[in-house]
């Protein structure tokens, strides 16, 4: 059966009934609805950090030499912006270990690196920067940086501080880790690599490591030399102990418990700050101690000896009083009632 104007047969039955539907009204009112799907280009990311490694030794004079390795993949050859930390002096960019050139950028602290065409594939490129800062603060770490756009899965970062400063606090968005971790992280970042990715900088002093998952950003640490916080802390232990002289003993069992309670408390927000404290403390504490046991031992028991004597001796002159003979030239209060016995019977 032809239902068509043309004169077309539609040789698959389901597909006539649809046409049919489709062209069943000749004249209005008819609609035909089609539903039109439009496909958006989903966001894929052509470059990505596998890693990053941020190196900085501060010196106590405040100059920082900074080392940033980043393990890169990308599927195509673009231009890489390079972000420097304000009034940093760029020392050297490598490429897979070979000096790449280098262009300015749209700001004084930019600057621009070209990769090489991947023809599609997947390549794997290392990129070193290094630079120095004069006038740099450990509550402010900054390290050169690379676009937003281009997403970071790891950051480690290697701070070496002088030997003669205390870490006290740090940033909670990074995480401290223990050197057999960090050889650990480097190892897993390193594999696969065109060229060896490990440490490059040699600092002088202690190196603490820091981890956190995405982009390095800013870190900040709280550090202070051990002289002055080892003052401090002396200071303040010493002075509460020696208060401490004029109160019982029950009290001051109490005051220790609520110190113990708010480091606890501190702990943890802070935990390197009380570790630290403790750590020095522990030295004041024991002079304390001891300064505990001298007063009571000098100062306490002989007062107490003096106390118990005094309370013997008036014992004893009250024993003494009661127990003495009366004097003869007095009569006492017995023979004075037989006399008055005597004197009535005489009436």
Same mark, same amino acid.
């Given at each position: 059966?032809?239902?068509?104007?043309?004169?077309?047969?539609? *040789?698959?039955?389901?597909?006539?009934?649809?046409?049919?539907?489709?062209?069943?009204?000749?004249?209005?009112?008819?609609?035909?609805?089609?539903?039109?799907?439009?496909?958006?280009?989903?966001?894929?990311?052509?470059?990505?950090?596998?890693?990053?490694? !941020?190196?900085?030794?501060?010196?106590?004079?405040?100059?920082?030499?900074?080392?940033?390795?980043?393990?890169?993949?990308?599927?195509?050859?673009?231009?890489?912006?390079?972000?420097?930390?304000?009034?940093?002096?760029?020392?050297?960019?490598?490429?897979?270990?070979?000096?790449?050139?280098?262009?300015?950028?749209?700001?004084?602290?930019?600057?621009?690196? +070209?990769?090489?065409?991947?023809? *599609?594939?997947?390549?794997?490129?290392?990129?070193? !920067?290094?630079? *120095?800062?004069?006038?740099?603060?450990?509550?402010?770490?900054?390290?050169?940086?690379?676009?937003?756009?281009?997403?970071?899965?790891?950051?480690?970062?290697?701070?070496?501080?002088?030997?003669?400063?205390?870490?006290?606090?740090?940033?909670?968005?990074?995480?401290?880790?223990?050197?057999?971790?960090?050889?650990?992280?480097?190892?897993?970042?390193?594999?696969?690599?065109?060229?060896?990715?490990?440490?490059?900088?040699?600092?002088?002093?202690?190196?603490?490591?820091?981890?956190?998952?995405?982009?390095?950003?800013?870190?900040?640490?709280?550090?202070?030399?051990?002289?002055?916080?080892?003052?401090?802390?002396?200071? !303040?232990?010493?002075?509460?102990?020696?208060?401490?002289?004029?109160?019982?003993?029950?009290?001051?069992?109490? !005051?220790?418990?609520?110190?113990?309670?708010?480091?606890?408390?501190?702990?943890?927000?802070?935990?390197?700050?009380?570790?630290?404290?403790?750590?020095?403390?522990?030295?004041?504490?024991?002079?304390?101690?001891?300064?505990?046991?001298?007063?009571?031992?000098?100062?306490?028991?002989?007062?107490? +000896?003096?106390?118990?004597?005094?309370?013997?001796?008036?014992? +004893?002159?009250?024993?003494?009083?009661?127990?003495?003979?009366?004097?003869?030239?007095?009569?006492?209060?017995?023979?004075?009632?037989?006399?008055?016995?005597?004197?009535?019977?005489?009436?």
């Amino acid at each position: 059966m032809n239902n068509s104007p043309s004169g077309f047969q539609c *040789g698959h039955l389901p597909h006539r009934r649809l046409a049919t539907l489709a062209f069943k009204y000749s004249a209005p009112p008819f609609a035909l609805t089609l539903p039109v799907v439009v496909q958006k280009e989903a966001t894929v990311f052509t470059t990505i950090v596998t890693g990053a490694i !941020i190196e900085q030794v501060l010196a106590r004079d405040g100059m920082c030499n900074m080392h940033a390795t980043y393990v890169l993949a990308t599927s195509q050859g673009d231009r890489l912006t390079i972000t420097l930390p304000e009034n940093a002096q760029l020392t050297a960019v490598l490429l897979n270990g070979n000096e790449a050139p280098v262009e300015m950028g749209m700001k004084p602290n930019e600057r621009i690196v +070209r990769l090489p065409p991947s023809a *599609g594939q997947v390549a794997r490129f290392v990129l070193e !920067i290094a630079c *120095g800062l004069k006038n740099v603060s450990a509550s402010k770490l900054t390290a050169p940086s690379l676009s937003s756009d281009i997403p970071t899965q790891q950051t480690l970062w290697r701070l070496w501080l002088p030997g003669d400063y205390l870490v006290l606090a740090h940033d909670r968005v990074f995480a401290k880790v223990h050197p057999t971790r960090t050889n650990s992280m480097i190892a897993a970042i390193a594999r696969n690599q065109p060229i060896q990715v490990n440490l490059k900088l040699s600092g002088q002093g202690q190196p603490i490591d820091f981890i956190r998952q995405g982009a390095p950003g800013e870190l900040s640490v709280t550090a202070m030399k051990k002289e002055i916080f080892n003052t401090i802390i002396w200071v !303040i232990v010493i002075v509460a102990g020696v208060f401490m002289l004029k109160l019982s003993g029950f009290n001051r069992l109490l !005051i220790v418990l609520g110190a113990a309670l708010a480091g606890g408390v501190i702990n943890l927000f802070q935990p390197m700050l009380i570790g630290a404290v403790a750590s020095v403390g522990v030295f004041a504490a024991l002079l304390i101690v001891l300064l505990w046991i001298g007063h009571w031992g000098f100062v306490k028991i002989p007062q107490l +000896r003096v106390k118990l004597a005094a309370k013997c001796d008036a014992k +004893r002159a009250v024993t003494d009083e009661s127990e003495s003979p009366p004097d003869e030239g007095e009569p006492n209060e017995s023979e004075n009632e037989e006399q008055q016995h005597s004197e009535d019977d005489k009436e």
